[in-house]
């Protein structure tokens, strides 16, 4: 589906006012004494143990890592100066964080694709059903996804293999929940913005 240039303008409507109702509740999130108190010094995840378990998207970024999948330039990130947004202190009030800054960038990456975006039809087409295999890796909200697919020649997938941000980041509890309070827990659970259905088995 393409945008045209009344499209165009409704989107930066529509981001405008976002922007504005995101300012107004930003501040909660940032400064407010309860949320600091319930995130701070909680579920924390070191940078080497980060890494190690293969954590991804803000659960990785809150640990002090610079890495996201859109860094690989893939669509149009390339030309949008994109870079990751990163917090060092390894606990669910820099993940918070993360995903505040992220909301932000998203609305200044839209805008950017916007005023960038040039004329003439879609540059891909699907047709077909091709043969052969391939992998893809992209940024999701909650991390990055990997999809593999082999394909026969027919409307149907010979193989199709998807690995979900949440069950890249679930280990991660293993290092941020032990001796944690009680009450602690969903906080700390939380902070991984899990999809439970995207870990069922």
């Known amino acids: ?80 100066g994109f870079e990751p947004v990163v917090e060092h202190g390894c606990d669910c009030y820099a993940r918070t964080l993360v995903r505040l800054r992220e909301v932000y960038q998203s609305v200044e990456l839209v805008l950017k694709a916007l005023d960038g975006m040039p004329d003439g039809e879609i540059a891909v087409k699907v047709t077909g059903f091709p043969e052969g295999e391939g ?33 890249a980041n679930i280990p991660t509890l293993l290092v941020m929940l032990p001796g944690c309070e009680l009450a602690d827990v969903p906080v700390i659970t939380l902070s991984i913005d899990p999809c439970i259905a995207c870990t069922e088995r």
């Open 1 to 80: 589906y393409d945008i045209d240039a009344e499209m165009a303008c409704e989107v930066r409507r529509k981001m405008d006012t976002f922007k504005k109702a995101l300012d107004a509740v930003a501040p909660v999130f940032m400064r407010d004494y309860t949320v600091k108190t319930r995130t701070v010094e909680k579920g924390i995840l070191p940078k080497e143990e980060a890494w190690k378990l293969g954590a991804v998207g803000p659960t990785l970024r809150g640990s002090g890592w610079a890495y996201d999948a859109r860094m690989l330039g893939y669509s149009a990130y390339g030309e949008l």
């Open 135 to 167: 992998i893809i890796r992209v940024e999701q909200p909650r991390g990055e996804l990997v999809e593999y697919a082999r394909g026969n020649g027919t409307v149907h997938l010979e193989r199709l293999k998807v690995r979900t941000p949440t069950f």
